[in-house]
Structure formats: structure tokens, C-alpha cells
């Protein structure tokens, strides 16, 4: 799996490596000299290990940032888990919980409490706030580790720290095993998660520019070669898909055309 890393500021891509394990990473940026190395503040990563690694060892000064919604995702996933198991637990309503997995995750600020109308698997029209109170209804333990989804879901969208500590450090003791892994996981990186709510920094920038490279796969169907993957430097450019991975990599600064590229 490749790396990439970005200016969090400027928005531009530095460099994209082949291999993101620890002792490829380590190689890497001990290329850079200690006193250029000491001199980043703020580095954003998601939850992986050898990333917190790397950091403490060669950015001695750097804050460590959890990117936001890596934190949202980690906890939406261990809902989703949750709604899974209790899905196949109650098989009469096991369409309801499979059709409307969406009102399980979505801010409860967001549902429509107002608007009745038809909706699949129900005689009556119902509005999403009473479809999804119909599912929780049916387990006290669901129903408990939803309402402290919500709480997670809304101390980090409004980066309230002093809620989301509080969320932290109470007993939770009806909510499901998949979200109290959630709990302890977030209690392991607090400090850093402290880092995520009281600075500006995300990784928004190079989960768009990860959305390009993943739509730029899919049309061009892999590369075998790493290099012309990045570079996609060629002496004849026939494929629509060459063109477009090359225009967009051109858009991010990774390479400049070493000669015109003409497309229809």
C-alpha cells in the first residue's frame, strides 16, 4: 500500500511512496536533515500505528493530530457492527435494519421529524425518526449504544473536548461490546485526540486527492509499474484514462509533461 503526504497549508502534495511500512517510511525521511525534521509542528495521520512511531522518533516536535473522520468512521463502524448483529438477532425485522442503516448513522440533527410519508416495510406513513425509534425500541442495549454514538458523533463535529472527555471517563455499561472497543481505542489516543479538537488541521485535503487516485485506478485498470503509475510519463498517450491520470497528476504538481499531450 502506497503513502502519501501533503503541505497542510498550501494543499500540496510533497511526495507519494510505494510502501508505507515502518522501516520504508524511516528510510525515507531520514533523508531530511534533523534540524528540517524538528522544525514541523503539526503532523495529521489517521489511527495507524507505525505512523505515531515514525513521528516520535523523527519529528521530535511535532503535535500528533487523529484525523477527524478517521475518529467518526471508527465509531460509525462499531454502530454499524452493532446494527448488524442485532439484524440477523430479530430476522422479522431484519429488512428494516438492513433498508435503513443509513438513519443509524446519520447526526440525529438531521432526520426528518416533521414529513409523514410511505415507506417501504411499513403499512403506515412514518417519518425517519419513527422508523428509527421503531428499531431501537426493540433492544435497550441498541437503543443505549446509539444515544452514545450521537454524543461521540456531536462532541467531535462541534470539537467540544471538555464533552467528549466527559463521554470518556463515565461508565457506559449497557452499550455493546463493538462500541466499548470504540471507547477504549479513543481512550488510548486521548492526547492526541485532544490535538484534533483544538487545532484547525484535517486530512480533508489528501482524502480528496485519494478520491482522484481511486477513481483514476478504476478507469485505467492498474498499473503494474509503481513509477508509471505516479509519473504516467509515456511516448504515446492513446488511452483516454492515460490522458485523464496525467491531467489530474499534473493538477497536483507531481510531474510536468515532458511533452504535448493531445487528446480529442
Known sequence: MSFIFCDADTKQIIDILEDRR?????????????????????????????????????????????????LVQHISRALNKTRVRFMKQFKKHSRKFKRYWRLFLKSH?????????SVYCFKQPMREIDILNFLLDLSPELKSTYDRYQDLLFALQTKNLDRFNHLLEIEHPLISPELQTAFQTFKMYQSYIKNTLTTPYTNGPIEGINNKIKVIKRIAFGYRNFYHWVTCYAKHVSSTSRVIKFRILM???????KRKILAD
Do not use: C, G, W
Open 109 to 117: 440533527t438531521l432526520l426528518n421529524t416533521t414529513t409523514y410519508r
Open 251 to 257: 493538477i497536483q504538481n507531481l510531474t510536468k509533461p
Open 22 to 70: 515502518l522501516s520504508s517510511l524511516q528510510a525515507y525521511f531520514k533523508r531530511y536533515t534533523e534540524e528540517a525534521r524538528s522544525r514541523v509542528k503539526h503532523i495529521v495521520i489517521d489511527m495507524y500505528a507505525p505512523y505515531i512511531s515514525l513521528i516520535k522518533e523523527l519529528f521530535p516536535h511535532a503535535k500528533i493530530i487523529l484525523d477527524k473522520f478517521h
